[in-house]
T-cell receptor
Framework: DSGVTQTPKHLITATGQRVTLRCSPRSGDLSVYWYQQSLDQGLQFLIQ???????AKGNILERFSAQQFPDLHSELNLSSLELGDSALYFC????????????????FGPGTRLTVL | GEDVEQSLFLSVREGDSSVINCTYTDSSSTYLYWYKQEPGAGLQLLTY?????DMKQDQRLTVLLNKKDKHLSLRIADTQTGDSAIYFCAETTGANNLFFGTGTRLTVIP
């Protein structure tokens, strides 16, 4: 158990719908990362938040957005869903956001499996 | 640092050594990692190596890094059936987010 929790575990929805995935980081971790794992794209970084502020952006679609709340939990919002958005969405957390040259391990949650029908 | 390549499949017999290879393109990578993903599970960090190191050993795991060729390998000694999983190499640069390889599915044959 990494200490990172994600809900829900599974989500089945229809095209065009909107869903929210939730992540609670490990106690004491300020940084949250979202990753998408799909058959087409593999494992790719979407977005990072550090202490409530966006820190880095990866291959995140404009239909997707995220935020980190004052209690440090994060939500990933996916809208206008398409079949291709079906994937496993991972959240990870780390103590810090960016420390040049220092090791900053990311701990991964179990993921939310999204199926778009 | 976004082109990290691995071979897709590897099969070994139980008790043999497994070697999983990875090539990356970003010479500014600071840390390189190996993650394990078992069926239906999340990602588990196995080991990591700092970019100024050549080798790191951790029990049955040995990581070799060739910076000149941008080649990373993970050797698992005495491979067991419980080692069957997908193995991802990953790198971080200054931004700390991880860039993952394509993953290698390791199958251990009893």
């Amino acid at each position: 158990d990494s200490g990172v929790t994600q809900t829900p575990k599974h989500l089945i929805t229809a095209t065009g719908q909107r869903v929210t995935l939730r992540c609670s980081p490990r106690s004491g971790d300020l940084s949250v990362y979202w990753y998408q794992q799909s058959l087409d794209q593999g494992l790719q970084f979407l977005i990072q938040y550090y202490n409530g502020e966006e820190r880095a952006k990866g291959n995140i679609l404009e239909r997707f957005s995220a935020q980190q709340f004052p209690d440090l939990h994060s939500e990933l919002n996916l809208s206008s869903l398409e079949l291709g958005d079906s994937a496993l969405y991972f959240c990870a957390s780390s103590v810090s956001g960016r420390i040049e040259g220092l090791y900053n391990e990311q701990f991964f949650g179990p993921g939310t499996r999204l199926t778009v029908l | 640092g976004e082109d990290v390549e691995q071979s897709l499949f590897l099969s070994v017999r139980e008790g043999d050594s497994s070697v999983i290879n990875c090539t990356y393109t970003d010479s500014s990578s600071t840390y390189l990692y190996w993650y394990k993903q078992e069926p239906g599970a999340g990602l588990q960090l196995l080991t990591y190596i700092f970019s100024n190191m050549d080798m790191k050993q951790d029990q049955r795991l040995t990581v070799l890094l060739n910076k000149k060729d941008k080649h990373l390998s993970l050797r698992i000694a005495d491979t067991q059936t419980g080692d069957s999983a997908i193995y991802f190499c990953a790198e971080t640069t200054g931004a700390n987010n991880l860039f993952f390889g394509t993953g290698t599915r390791l199958t251990v044959i009893p």
